[in-house]
């Protein structure tokens, strides 16, 4: 067993011995099947909350409404949720209420497929009450029960099907799929922020392309802001061959490139999907960047406006949309500027005063002059010549 599960079981075995059962559930389960790394394990217990706090030192009331504490154990946050059943679904999103039961097999039955639906006893054994070793196998994404009756519960399962579509490079089952297809408007009462957790996941995933088919094929896409006329440019980035998306403003500037976005078209693209406003700003600069490489108009000023992280963003999407990009030059050109920001200018304000410019709008004027002078090599970035170069302008 990977070291994060042994590393937990002494936590599993005071659950036991105090006459409960405990396992561990969710995705750490399905990635150690598939031989790939986890992060953090979590685990499902027949004990309710208090009784969970009460077996251990410290705990955290991480989620204690929805059944879950965190145990913290050598430095190590365990979530630690009671089986539970979600009753009624009214709204198509979360359960309306939450009921703990002490029944793993109830628990399994609320969660959405059947690869997310395994349970590991403490000493490795699986329990399979869904046939989720067959689908994980297989490479099968499929709905724990009733497929229309799942999502009906909670839309948003249909963006984490072609998510995992995505990320583990599997089918998803063909009535799973149709079901999908059926409700696709549904995603239309769920938070755009949690679309688009679900919608980077997949982007970043280890085959997007996997994940986009279905995303278009289903419809799903229709109910994605700003997405109603987005399908051929989706089906663009379906066709790039061996797609990957390294990050997240790569992604999102490869899809404003294909959606012929303006720059003021992109930063409300990008409002509407609820991307913070430091991911508008590096969006921004790559797909400038990448433009400027696409059209042959890379210069010194246009590589100090983008910086080094949105430049290879810009580089590897030039490259992944097949235009020739001289990718160690551009590196080269930028590592090679005097100045990487305004803070390396060997020029203050305070050496503008000496220099006898009065205090105002001028100064800024001609700091920015000096930056832009510096940065296309016109000027040497030292104080000696900066000052000169003030003193004896106009
Ligand atoms: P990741 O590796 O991305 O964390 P994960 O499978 O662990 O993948 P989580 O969102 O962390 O996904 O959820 C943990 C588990 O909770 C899932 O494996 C699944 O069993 C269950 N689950 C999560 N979201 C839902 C949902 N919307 N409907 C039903 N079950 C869910
Ligand atoms: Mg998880």
């Given at each position: 067993l990977p070291k994060e599960f042994e590393e937990a079981r002494p936590i599993m075995q005071t659950i036991e011995a105090a006459g409960f059962e405990a396992y561990f559930v969710g995705g750490s389960v399905r990635d150690t099947l598939l031989h790939k790394e986890i992060h953090d394990v979590d685990i499902a217990t027949s004990a309710y909350p208090e009784e969970v706090k009460a077996l251990f030192h410290k705990t955290v009331d991480t989620g204690i409404e929805h059944g879950t504490v965190m145990i913290l154990d050598h430095g190590i946050g365990y979530e630690t949720t009671t089986f539970r059943t979600e009753s009624t679904?009214?709204?198509?999103?979360?359960?309306?209420s939450v009921t703990f039961v002490r029944s793993l097999k109830e628990d399994l039955k609320r969660r959405d497929f059947t690869i997310n639906a395994l349970a590991m006893r403490e000493n490795g054994e699986i329990i399979d009450l869904f046939a989720g070793l067959d689908d994980l196998n297989n490479g099968i994404i499929k709905a724990v029960g009733n497929p229309e009756e799942r999502f009906n519960e909670d839309a948003l399962r249909m963006m984490r099907a072609v998510r995992f579509a995505s990320q583990l490079n599997f089918k998803i089952e063909v009535e799973t799929e149709k079901a999908i297809t059926n409700h696709a408007e549904l995603l239309e009462k769920i938070a755009v922020e949690r679309i688009q957790v679900e919608f980077i996941k997949m982007l970043l995933g280890q085959e997007p392309a996997v994940g986009l088919v279905s995303f278009v094929e289903t419809g799903?896409?229709?109910?994605?802001?700003?997405?109603?006329?987005?399908q051929s440019a989706l089906e663009s980035m379906i066709k790039i061959a061996d797609l990957r998306l390294p990050n997240e403003a790569t992604a999102w500037g490869l899809i404003c490139h294909l959606l012929n976005f303006s720059s003021p078209q992109t930063s409300q693209f990008l409002k509407n999907w609820k991307t913070s406003n430091q991911m508008i700003e590096s969006v921004l600069k790559t797909t400038k960047a990448l433009n400027a490489i696409l059209e042959n108009r890379v210069d010194n000023w246009m590589l100090y406006q983008t910086g080094r992280t949105e430049l290879i963003n810009a580089i590897n999407l030039a490259q992944q949309l097949f235009a020739a990009t001289d990718e160690a030059g551009l590196l080269t050109q930028y590592d090679n500027l005097?100045?990487?920001?305004?803070?390396?200018?060997?020029?203050?304000g305070k050496d503008l005063m000496t220099a006898g410019v009065k205090p105002g709008p001028q100064m800024g004027q001609i700091l920015a002059e000096v930056e832009r002078k510096v940065v296309e090599n016109e000027l040497t970035n030292s104080n000696d010549v900066l000052t000169e170069y003030v003193r004896n302008r106009k």
């Open positions: 679904y009214q709204d198509y999103r979360r359960p309306d799903l896409f229709q109910y994605c802001p700003d997405f109603k006329d987005a005097q100045i990487k920001s305004k803070k390396e200018l060997a020029l203050t």
